[in-house]
Each structure stands twice: as structure tokens, then as C-alpha cells.
């Protein structure tokens, strides 16, 4: 039988345990019911503890991968995480550029076990060669501090650098999420016209490895389907609200977010807050 799909590729690093990176993207998409793709930029040993070793693959071996499937399948969105380098960025940038695609781009640069994902010196590739090319940009609070050489303390100040991601970095939209801030967990999505903003209230638990990339991946898939931006972040902040309330206590660490059992298992509705 055949299907009509939308289909959503991911350009990331890997996690072996599967909690962040290339395999919480591909779980996301499955989870939307999108059909999932993956470019591999760097392999990392990392689990619930940390990041252990990196190693970058070469940037033609990338160029390739995006060979492989922009030449065989195009897809209806692309999202991007871990790009260590400004060589891999340019390569990415070009094949965007060349397919015409919806663009999300989580600007990952630190993991919160605080290990470097970015090199230093791919401050200024990211903001030249990725930014002005994304539909939807996703930073958290150190990164947008990061990209906008800001800092930010209040939820104000991330209204302030949502707008300044758009109107002068040149993102088509931003949301600066708040899962760094104390208080509730508060995103602020900024569409080129608009200030929304997605307050959940804080849950209380270490076990959100993956959060930035699972939201960034559900946002990419609800996109792919054709949703609106706002549409897609108000999907994707409920599903990581849930994801982070059925976290796992796997592993010795920080344990990964966990929508499918949230799924299996259902929720009180007393315990979900709508977006406005
Ligand atoms: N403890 C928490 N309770 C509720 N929501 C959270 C919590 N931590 C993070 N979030 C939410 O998870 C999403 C990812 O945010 P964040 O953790 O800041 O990203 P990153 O993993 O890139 O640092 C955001 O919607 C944020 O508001
Ligand atoms: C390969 C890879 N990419 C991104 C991250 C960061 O993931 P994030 O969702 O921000 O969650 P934490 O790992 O920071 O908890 C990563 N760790 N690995």
C-alpha cells in the first residue's frame, strides 16, 4: 500500500542512549507520525552522564549523506542540531539553500552536562550562514545570550532578543525557551509580527536530557505537515511537557525525556496548562 507521508530530516550529532541528538529527533518524528531521515554531522560517546568523546565525520562525507538523500528524497522540512564547525555549517547552508526548504535550527552549542558541542569559532558561521536561512529558530537562554552577545535575565529580556533574532540576526521566527530560567517554564515565540508566549508550569526533576532537541524535532514535524508556527510550538510544548513529566530515571545521570510513555500511560487533566 502506498502512502502520502511528510517527511522531516534531521542534520544532528548522535547520542548511543538515545536521549538527545539524531535519536530523540527520529523517535520525535516518529511520534508526530512523520517520516524520518538523518544526516549524521559527529558521532558522540555520551549517555545520562555526560559527553565522554567526540568525533566530527569529514565535512565531504556530510556533503555526501546530503547527497544521499536531497538526490533521492526531498523532504518537507529540515532541522538542525549539533554543527560543530564552520566547514560543516556552510555545507548544510548550501544544501538548504539549493532545496528550498522549511528550515528549524536548534543553535546547539553546550549540552547541560556543560560539555562543548560547538566550536568557538562557529559563532559567527552560525549567525552569517544558518540563522537568516531558518523558518524557526529555537535557543535557549545561554544560547541566545550567545548569538546576541546579551545577557538575559527576565522574561522581558527574552522578548527583547526573540524580536532582535528576527530583525537583526534575519531568523524568519525565534522562540527563546525558558527551560534555563527559575519560576515556570515560560517559551517566547516571536513570528516576524508577533509576541506569544508558552508558560507551563515547572516540573520538578533532573530528568530532561534531550528537551531541546525532542521540542526542536516535534516543531520541525507538526511544520512538515503543514502548520502554522505558532500551531507547531504549541504541539510541540505540550508533547515536551509530557515528554519531561514521564521522564525516566534511566541511567546514572540526568534520564531522557519520555513522550511514549507518557502516551501509554495518559495524564490527569488537571495536570496540563494550555498554551496561550
Ligand atoms: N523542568 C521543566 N519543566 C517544564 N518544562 C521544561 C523544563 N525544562 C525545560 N522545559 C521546557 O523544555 C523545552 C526545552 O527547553 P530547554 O530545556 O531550555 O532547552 P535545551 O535542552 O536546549 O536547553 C522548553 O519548552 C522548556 O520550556
Ligand atoms: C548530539 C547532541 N546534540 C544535542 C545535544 C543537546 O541536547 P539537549 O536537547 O539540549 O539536551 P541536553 O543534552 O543538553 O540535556 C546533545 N546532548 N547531544
Redesign the pocket.
Known sequence: MKYATSSALTIAGTDPTGGAGIQADLKSFQEREVYGMSVVTSVVAQNTLGVQSIEHLSVSFIEKQLESVFNDIVPDVVKTGMIATPEMMEVVSHAIKSNHVPYVL?P?MVA?SGDHLMDKESRQTIREALVPLSTVI?P??P?AEELLEVSIQSTEDAEIAAKRIVEELGAQSAIV????FAGD???ILFDGKKIYK?P??????KH?H????T?SAVIAAEIAKGKSIYESVAI??QF??DA?RFSLEIGRGNGPTNHWGYRLQGVPENKTKEAN
Open positions: 536548534d546547539v547541560k529555537t535557549n537562554i544560547e525557551k525558558g527551560g534555563h517554564a515560560i517559551d508558552f507551563t508550569e515547572r516540573i520538578n526533576t530532561t534531550g528537551t531541546g532537541c521540542y510541540a510544548k515536551i511537557t519531561i
